[in-house]
């Protein structure tokens, strides 16, 4: 069975500060992918960053970065020198190739920002 | 630029009523997806087709159907609508079996039934 569980649902953090947004999953695919998104409260799903199970370096895309930890099944969100704007609900999600394509996401964690 | 359109941004309809939610991709995309979004239970994915006129259950398909006419254009059909069935959904689409490629999403129709 796959499955995403993400613990925090809300979350603060002072502007310019650095965030870590929880994620562990489970899956019994060899292969398979982490994705993180973002979704302001207009409701468009934004896609952040993404990290490959056989990838041997944690992904970065600008102030984001992956904290993979395959043996542990976590694939935590970094967000560094947070900014008003970051405020937002975060979804991880991970898709393997042997579960006919789905994605699977967790509940979601709402992060303030403060000024 | 990876489009996902929903037809309807906002809807509100009687219980009882018939509702399509449209959703159109032009990235010739084999794989389609409805999802539900409700505050606390995150996505839940409704169903999904893999081709034309394929379709597959996911995991809350009851109260709703769906149809694959064309490649492009995946409907999703409440026959009945029901209070309960106020949400969020989202359409989305991706390119194939590699597990690195991300899924696109529509901007979300926001159903309010009454």
């Known amino acids: 069975a796959q499955k995403i569980t993400q613990t925090q649902p809300g979350m603060f953090v002072q502007e310019k500060e650095a965030v870590t947004l929880d994620c562990t999953y489970d899956?019994?695919?060899?292969?398979?992918?982490l994705f993180w998104y973002k979704q302001p409260s207009s409701g468009e799903m934004i896609f952040l960053i993404y990290?490959?199970?056989?990838?041997?370096q944690n992904a970065t895309e600008g102030r984001y970065s992956l904290n993979f930890q395959k043996a542990r099944k976590s694939a935590n969100l970094v967000i560094s020198a947070s900014q008003l704007g970051d405020s937002a609900m975060y979804f991880c999600?991970?898709?393997?190739?042997?579960?006919?394509?789905?994605?699977?996401f967790g509940t979601g964690t709402s992060l303030t920002v403060i000024p | 630029d990876v489009k996902v359109t929903q037809s309807s941004r906002y809807l509100v309809k009687r219980t009882g009523e018939k509702v399509f939610l449209e959703c159109v991709q032009d990235?010739?995309?084999?794989?389609m997806f409805w999802y539900r979004q409700d505050p606390g239970l995150g996505l839940r994915l409704i169903y999904f087709?893999?081709?034309?006129?394929?379709?597959e259950k996911g995991d809350i398909p009851e109260g709703y159907s769906v149809s694959r006419e064309k490649k492009e254009r995946f409907s999703l059909i409440l026959e009945s609508a029901s209070t309960n069935q106020t949400s969020m959904y989202l359409c989305?689409?991706?390119?194939?079996?590699?597990?690195?490629?991300?899924?696109?999403f529509g901007e979300g129709s926001w159903l309010t039934v009454v």
């Open positions: 899956t019994s695919d060899p292969s398979y992918g």
């Open positions: 990235m010739d995309h084999e794989n």
């Open positions: 999600a991970m898709r393997g190739l042997g579960t006919g394509n789905q994605f699977y």
């Open positions: 989305a689409s991706i390119e194939d079996r590699s597990s690195g490629n991300t899924i696109y």
């Open positions: 087709s893999y081709d034309v006129k394929m379709k």
């Open positions: 990290q490959g199970s056989y990838d041997q």
